[in-house]
């Protein structure tokens, strides 16, 4: 009788299964890598529209940091008709008021508060803004850097007071680093936005003319 043979190529063949097993996890994990790589380049694209070029250095706390990103993910860059006023005229129309006391809620040159300013400035030129710094934040294209700021652009600040709002001042700059505002100590004048108060303060600008000044 005789004896089976061994014959290692058969053997070979009897295990051959287990690589197909090992092709079909491979595919499997290549999938997955794929699908995990599409999700992060999601995220990254909407996080790009909510901070598009912006680096907003003083936001440094989770707290400002959720604010923020509430802020921008809420209804901003709204459009305003500036009926052909010019940067120019905004600036003269405000440094009218240089000297106002401050109140809270004040709009008038009795006496007028930091977004009361802001609002009456651009309500004597036929332009409608709300009388709340956070609001009015959300009119025009956002100027993240100082250094690219115009003259006739709003300007915007965080933890000038104690609020639950992001963003607390605001005011109009004017050109060579300064702004006029109202100082809730000085009334209405100008600041340079270099001061240390200020300057750790600074959010961003926006920019609702088209002729802005230059500096």
Same mark, same amino acid.
Request: hydrophobic fraction near 35%; proline fraction near 3%.
């Given at each position: 009788m005789n004896q089976p043979t061994f014959n290692p190529r058969i053997a070979t063949t009897e295990k051959s299964p287990i690589f197909p097993l090992h092709t079909?996890?491979?595919?499997?994990?290549?999938?997955?890598?794929?699908?995990v790589a599409l999700n992060q380049l999601l995220n990254t694209s909407c996080s790009k529209e909510i901070y598009p070029k912006q680096s907003f250095l003083n936001i440094k706390n989770q707290t400002d940091k959720d604010k923020l990103k509430t802020f921008m993910e809420a209804s901003?860059?709204?459009?305003?008709?500036?009926?052909?006023?010019?940067a120019e005229e905004i600036i003269n129309t405000a440094q009218k008021y240089l000297g106002v006391p401050h109140c809270m809620g004040g709009t008038t040159m009795k006496c007028i508060d930091c977004s009361g300013l802001v609002m009456s400035v651009f309500a004597k030129h036929?332009?409608?803004?709300?009388?709340?710094?956070?609001?009015?934040?959300?009119?025009?294209?956002?100027?993240?850097?100082?250094?690219?700021?115009k003259a006739g652009d709003m300007v915007f600040f965080v933890r000038s007071y104690k609020t639950n709002s992001l963003i607390t001042h605001s005011g109009i700059y004017i $050109?060579? #680093?300064?702004?006029?505002?109202? =100082?809730?100590?000085? $009334?209405v #004048?100008?600041?340079?936005?270099? =001061?240390?108060?200020?300057?750790?303060?600074?959010?961003f600008g926006t920019r609702v003319f088209n002729n802005s000044l230059k500096e």
């Open positions: 079909s996890y491979f595919k499997s994990l290549k999938f997955i890598i794929i699908l901003n860059k709204k459009m305003i008709d500036t009926h052909n006023t010019s036929g332009i409608q803004l709300p009388h709340n710094s956070q609001e009015q934040a959300r009119y025009g294209k956002i100027i993240a850097r100082m250094d690219d700021l $050109g060579d #680093s300064n702004f006029i505002h109202t =100082s809730s100590s000085n $009334g #004048s100008i600041t340079s936005l270099n =001061s240390p108060w200020w300057n750790e303060k600074f959010i």
